[in-house]
């Protein structure tokens, strides 16, 4: 047997060398003992860690004593006959190998010493499922009829409500490509083409200020359908999604349940609720309001309402807890947060003497429940509850009603007021159809009207988010119009798309499955960078290979650009 791989681990009990050689299928041990060919054991005698070896020898099965159950091969090892150093190692600048209980390196290093930090069993496992994932999406869409095509990365602007990763032209100076936020103009042009169902694992590029769980490029699966309504686009993405966790060895059942934007906001306070957990956020307005409690009744009216929490078994919730669950809310910019605790008839917390103990429960807050509850409007409380709600369950945690909780957010506004301004922005994006009861009030509720927008949600986070799209030109301009763009900007921006439009479009619609994220959520992984082979930090920058990094100013010149410091 010939076998190639990695110093795993060495030791060396004096007469007997062993060797873990490893590879991308795991771990196989190597002997090599008194019996071995000298060149053999002189070169088992000093090989380091990380150096790559070529063995020949023969597999014998490991004394039962010496049998490991923990490792595939732990029953057998291979008696080398011949060892070679194929690929010396410098010390590693990070370790590999780890003991059970040792940390790992810190991540800055993980991800400048990348090549090691992958060869570690746990990232290789990542990029294998990866890899598994990304051929089951294929396979799956493609027996669906949908045909993989690949877009352009060098495009003109694809708004999808981030800043463009703008590349300069050389030889069209002062003019700049876009990097794609995604392929939606693409893939819509290729309806109206007539290519009918089109999918690809497309990287996307968003110029964000970064968050834990954002990278600046990103893999989508994205898909678009023609003669497509909602529940058929809804209907492919659940096909794949039950695909992949099927690939994983997850078994989830369709259809997923829906829940409408405005419930979702009413019930947790989020367009992505993690319903593995299922007590939602109530209105107190009405039995609260009667009973005079300083900290609401100045804040009361002007819509505002006050949105309450029954925690079952939040009577288990420390002083410190509720204190911290407070400054939480605070810093949303929330009023703060008010309890109380019930225990038997007994109410106790910051606004105990306006309950009795008969009040709470008719708000659902039974004995050893508490009671969390805040003042406001809904902008304000909404992200607050979403919170208070998200810590408790992080607090109290207990078993969820269920491992997997998927669901489907829909009917969501078309437009949302910019928080600034006041002024419509677009909820998806701007190319998303109106929903058809709702079109006739475009011009006169803009803020009023639902979108055939749809997102997927998998456990409180956003899996993907898809829509039927505008067909009709003359409302893709009414809807440009609404953004603030005058004919003649729509024209500059969109005009390849307005004529697409015109052309004898299909109806047509699609979704954008997170690719980074379902492969965390599969693999079970804490961070988004655990899953892709050569990530940016949050800061946005490659520690592998350096980049970004200054240009050299002859290049520059050549792009037409002078950089100002
Ligand atoms: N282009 C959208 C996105 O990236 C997805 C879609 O509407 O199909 O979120």
Redesign the pocket.
């Given at each position: 047997m010939r076998l190639g791989g990695w110093v795993h681990r060495r030791r060396d009990l004096g007469g007997i060398v062993f060797i873990d050689l490893r590879d991308r299928a795991g771990i196989v041990q190597i002997a090599v003992g008194p019996g071995a060919p000298e060149e053999v054991r002189r070169v088992a005698g000093q090989v380091t860690s990380e150096t790559v070896v070529e063995v020949e020898g023969d597999v014998t099965a490991r004394p039962a004593s010496m049998k490991n159950p923990d490792l595939a091969t732990g029953d057998v090892e291979v008696q080398a006959t011949t060892l070679t150093v194929v690929g010396p190692a410098a010390t590693p600048a990070i370790p590999v190998a780890r003991g059970k209980g040792e940390e790992l390196a810190a991540e800055e290093l993980r991800l400048k010493y990348r090549h090691l930090d992958l060869r570690r069993p746990e990232m290789q496992a990542n990029l294998i499922l990866r890899h598994r994932l990304a051929q089951r999406a294929r396979r799956t869409l493609s027996d669906l009829g949908f045909l993989e095509i690949e877009t352009p990365v060098l495009t003109k602007p694809t708004p999808?409500g981030a800043r463009d990763y703008l590349v300069p032209s050389r030889v069209h100076p002062g003019e700049f490509y876009a990097l794609p936020?995604?392929?939606?103009l693409y893939?819509q042009l290729l309806m109206v083409a007539g290519l009918d169902r089109y999918f690809q694992i497309a990287r996307?590029f968003r110029d964000e200020d970064l968050r834990n769980d954002r990278q600046p490029e990103f893999t989508?699966i994205?898909?678009?359908a023609s003669f497509v309504g909602v529940e058929d686009v809804i209907g492919y993405v659940e096909a794949v999604l039950v695909a992949l966790w099927d690939e994983a060895g997850q078994a989830v059942a369709r259809p997923f349940p829906r829940i409408a934007w405005r419930d979702a906001m009413e019930r947790y306070g989020t367009d992505k609720p993690d319903l593995r957990y299922d007590f939602p956020i109530a209105d107190w307005t009405a039995q609260v309001k009667p009973l005079g409690v300083p900290f609401f009744q100045s804040a009361l009216g002007n819509g505002a309402r006050v949105r309450g929490l029954a925690v079952k078994g939040g009577g288990a919730l420390s002083r410190k807890d509720v204190d911290q669950l407070a400054d939480a809310a605070k810093q949303l910019g929330g009023a703060g947060l008010a309890w109380v605790k019930r225990q038997g008839e007994q109410v106790s917390g910051s606004v105990a003497k306006y309950f009795t103990a008969t009040a709470l429960g008719a708000l659902g807050v039974g004995d050893g429940d508490a009671g969390l509850m805040t003042v406001g409007l809904d902008r304000v409380t909404s992200p607050v509850m979403d919170r208070v709600r998200q810590e408790v369950i992080h607090r109290l945690g207990g078993a969820p009603k269920a491992a997997h909780a998927f669901c489907w957010v829909v009917d969501f506004p078309l437009f949302e007021p910019d928080p600034e301004t006041g002024r419509p922005v677009f909820a998806?994006?701007p190319f998303?159809a109106p929903h058809p009861d709702d079109v006739a009030r475009l011009d006169s509720d803009p803020l009023g009207c639902r979108a055939l927008h749809y997102d997927a949600v998998y456990n409180g986070s956003e899996l993907?988010?898809?829509?039927i799209r505008i067909t009709d030109p003359a409302v893709q301009r009414r809807v440009f119009a609404h953004l603030g763009m005058s004919p003649a900007e729509a024209e500059a921006r969109f005009g390849f798309l307005l004529s697409g439009l015109q052309a004898g479009a299909p109806p047509h619609g699609?979704?954008?499955i997170g690719f980074d994220r379902v492969v965390m959520a599969l693999a079970g992984a804490e961070s988004m960078r655990d899953v892709i082979a050569f990530p940016k930090t949050t800061a946005a920058r490659a520690l592998f290979e350096g980049a970004p990094a200054p240009a050299n100013p002859a290049d520059l010149a050549a792009l037409h650009i002078e950089v100002k410091r």
């Open positions: 999808e936020q995604s392929p939606q893939k996307c989508q994205d898909l678009e998806h994006h998303t993907g988010s898809g829509s699609g979704f954008a």
